[in-house]
């Protein structure tokens, strides 16, 4: 008698439990979520400093997203720039643009560079290079988002370095925008100074020669 009862109750409870699991699912079903669109298509690129190569085969592209859920499920998913080996690099750029200065997009553009001690490599170098992304996929500069080509963080022993590039180191008026924005959304002190300089300049010159064009 126990033993159907037990059975009646049960039976009489599946209505419900389907019902629930049902519900269930269609909460979490995949096909009712809708993604977010970025503005942009963007391209995230992976080098390691293999000196048996040449610099363009040590250059992988990972993976491509024009997304907001897209940009957090590759962002979870790879390891952390102060992770990396030294002599590392990620590149994020608008799809079409390769992270060289030679692409036709680079070519007379420059960069706003950060660059870091060793000692920020643990507090700030992962905090800083979120938020760079953040400030590209978001276009967080407003009308002069189209001036910007993409940024690279460069992971090395001597101190890593971070950079946005963008597209004409001669356009003024994007390029101070860009500076005062981007130093503000990091949160770098007012008496600390970043520079701009253009690729031009920074490939005939040792990077400490290299002289600023414009400052933040």
């Not at 970043?194 to 002289?211: L, P």
């Amino acid at each position: 008698m126990a033993t159907a009862l037990v059975v009646v109750v049960a039976v009489a409870g599946n209505p419900e439990k389907e019902k629930s699991e049902k519900a269930t699912q269609k909460v979490v079903s995949p096909n009712v979520y809708i993604k977010h669109p970025l503005q942009n298509k963007w391209a995230l690129w992976f080098f390691k400093n293999d000196k048996s190569k040449t610099w363009q085969a040590n250059l992988r592209l990972i993976s491509k997203f024009d997304t907001v859920e897209d940009f957090w499920a590759l962002y979870n998913h790879i390891q952390l720039s102060s992770n990396l080996m030294s002599g590392c690099d990620y590149s994020l750029f608008k799809d079409g643009i390769e992270p060289m200065w030679e692409d036709e997009r680079n070519r007379r553009g420059g960069r706003w560079l950060i660059t870091l001690s060793k000692q920020q490599r643990k507090c700030d170098l992962d905090r800083f290079w979120l938020e760079t992304l953040l400030c590209l996929v978001g276009e967080a500069f407003d009308d002069y988002s189209d001036d910007v080509c993409g940024a690279v963080i460069n992971v090395r022993a001597k101190g890593d370095k971070i950079a946005i590039w963008t597209t004409d180191y001669e356009n003024k008026e994007a390029i101070t925008h860009i500076g005062r924005v981007y130093k503000e959304r990091l949160g770098v002190p007012p008496r600390v100074i970043i520079g701009y300089q253009s690729h031009a300049d920074t490939a005939t010159k040792s990077g400490s020669s290299t002289k600023n064009k414009f400052v933040a």
